[in-house]
């Protein structure tokens, strides 16, 4: 169940006792420039950024048999990567599934007998059934077993409406950059002498069963300095990739170019769109004329098409802005247009959809033939809302409360929908509900895979620095003794505009509530949690905030005596590493461990690493004097310093992630270990940024965290 917040002045009494208590660590001195990596001629680290460097991977070959050697010896770890083995293994998961045209569904599958997939098909009438018999249409393991190469799945693009010939994206080793290959999904045979993209970040979208608009690297001259496509082309089959028609050309200060067909239900094309991603916030949408001329769509620089229903053309606004037509919108807003008639001009005036409150924000939205269904979030608990666009009338989805909902694939046939269910305690179920209706049946559910018995979910909320009151969720057994000795992950992201939602992780709760461990979640600015004006309020110069919205929960939790600092440890990835590089760095005292996945670290050279360019608009440009001032403030890898009382932390990276730089994880480690501090270091040399190209290699990397956590939180005596 989730608790009621606890009140103000019970709060403030608690954190005023605290305070007297706590000794913060006092800050880091100013950062000089000149001082340590402020420039590459003070950086003595740059061939870690050598990604196949023979040094580099002789100093990574070293450091992961010493962390093999630590954790692997643990005489715990063998059976806790048992069970996480089982667990990411297991073949009672929900298939999901997305609605094919024909009213079969299909699943890209993964198992132990299948680590690497298979994408394959069903039908609703054997889904619903407990083993359905799932026709399959590609073997990925058998495919790099014949081909003798490491390929990792990476979607499919398939041509509507009759959805035979596929666009398959196939990565080598897990990497973000994907050769794609024409595929027939009929024959179940890649088309012979069939269209063939070599490997490129970017992608392709169908115009016909002769046409691609293809956005790739086209050789020199065509990428943005953020490493993904510049240039938009049109290709027909039967061409070479150099005989492809420029459509559109960004500019180098771009994040990326693509181009894709907004269809109506029945799959006719009913615009050719070409997106010019200005910075990571903000785009511009062009329209390709049937003469092969472009038009700038009015759209303000901040917001997402959302869909095509019944004609009407669904955007989110992500800025306050003032239409064509004269009428004013909110961020956060959605609003919708006639297609053809807003095409036609763009003075026609728009309806408002949805206008959230201050606490709310939605997390999805999608389509089936007649409805909208947005998953809209109230205090970070989930409701699905259906509407008409007939007259944008709408009714709630008669689904469970204070849950996480999640809008999956709707039917362009009628109006099915798919809506997952979950929270902390709450094994996913996934619904079909038909949404001309709003009701929903279940269709399938998940065992436990961890005993809930007598836990719960409290949702409390921590006061930041500017008074800015931050909702956090502690999911732990009922019986906890509330005297600091319970050993507890405070997990975080903020960035991006992700948010942070209630789902059930098994692996969370084999290995680490099952035990004794709490749980928590901290729903920070820098995400959605509370729609984009939550986001904006921790970008660039305000990064800041973010980073004390993390602080002010860990204080808060030991102000609740839920935790203290030898058993507080902290956890996050790829933004969510960065958060805990400036955790580790402004306040070691008020924590004894840190999983640092897949960081971001060093932010003075974050742009010129990989895809790093193309979040300037999230943190700054360290090339601009005044923004570099804010960001070298809390750039971990510069904010390392001697005398500090860092914990041991357990850092890991992936070889293959061609998006965050594995330089930076490598780099932090060397850092440290040059300060004098004891470090763990892990680095998986194949998976891309998820940190694993297959289920074995997930398993072994959950198995090493919370053994990492065990012996550093379980361990540790309590505080006196």
Known sequence: MIRSL??????????????????????????????????????????????????????????NARTFAVLQG??????????????????????????????????????????????????????????????????????????GKNWVYKGTNCLAPEERLCLVSLSDGGKDAVVLREFDAVSKTFVEGGFVLPESKGGAAWIDADTLLVSRDFGPGTLTTSGYPMVVKRLKRGQSIDQAETLFTGQPTDVSVSGYTLRDADGAVKAVLINRGVSFYESETWLLNPDGTTRKLDLPAKSDINGLVAGQLVVSI??????????????????????????????????????????????????????????????????????????????????????????????DTDDRVFVSVSGYLTPSTLYLADAAGTGAEVIKSLPAKFDATGMRVDQHEATSADGTKIPYFVVHKDDIPMDGSNPTILYGYGGFESSLLPGYSATVGKLWLERGGVYVIANTRGGGEFGPRWHEAALQENRQRAHEDFQAVALDLEARRITSQPKLGIMGGSQGGLFMGA???????????????????????????????????????????????????YSPYQNLRAGRPYPEVF??????????????????????????????????????????????????????????????????????
């Open 318 to 411: 992500k800025q306050d802005w003032t239409a064509p037509s004269g009428q004013d919108f909110k961020t956060g807003d959605v609003i919708a247009w006639p297609l053809d008639a807003w095409l036609a001009d763009p003075k026609v005036e728009a309806k408002l959809v949805i206008r959230p409150t201050e606490r709310q924000a939605i997390e999805g939205i999608g389509t089936t033939r007649n409805r909208l269904i947005v998953a809209l979030y109230d205090n970070v608990r989930g409701s699905v809302q259906v509407y008409d666009p007939s007259d944008w009338s709408h009714e709630r989805m008669a689904l469970p409360e204070n849950v996480t909902v999640g809008v999956g694939s709707g039917s």
């Open 651 to 720: 850092i890991h990276t992936s070889t293959k992630d061609d998006r965050v730089h594995p330089g930076h994880a490598r780099k932090a480690a060397a850092r440290l270990e040059e300060l004098g501090y004891p470090v763990l270091f892990y680095e998986n040399t194949d998976g891309g940024h998820a940190a694993g190209a297959n289920l074995r290699e997930t398993a072994r990397r959950l198995a090493l965290e919370y053994t990492y956590l065990t012996r550093r939180l379980m361990d540790a005596p309590a505080q006196e």
């Open 583 to 633: 955790m580790l760095t402004q306040r070691p005292d008020l924590i004894n461990a840190a999983v640092i996945q897949v960081p971001l670290f060093d932010m003075l050279r974050f742009h010129k690493l990989l895809a790093g360019a193309s979040w300037i608009a999230e943190y700054g440009n360290p090339d601009v004097p005044v923004e570099r001032a804010w960001i070298q403030q």
């Open 6 to 63: 606890v009140s103000a002045a019970a709060l403030s009494v608690a954190m005023g006792s605290f305070a007297m208590a706590q000794t913060p660590t006092p800050p880091n001195p100013p950062l000089a420039e000149g001082a340590f990596a402020t420039s590459d001629a003070t950086d003595p680290y740059l061939w870690l950024e050598e990604v196949d460097g023979a040094r580099a991977m002789e100093w990574v070959n070293a450091r």
């Open 74 to 147: 643990d005489p715990r770890y063998e059976g806790l990567h048992q069970q996480a083995l089982d667990i990411v293994q297991s073949r009672d998961r929900i298939p999901g599934v997305g609605w094919n045209r024909d009213g079969t569904l299909s699943n890209f599958w993964q198992d132990a007998q299948h680590v690497r997939g298979l994408w394959r098909q069903t039908t609703v009438d054997s889904y619903r059934t407990a083993t359905p018999e799932w026709e399959t249409i590609l073997d990925i393991d058998a495919l790099a077993t014949a081909e």
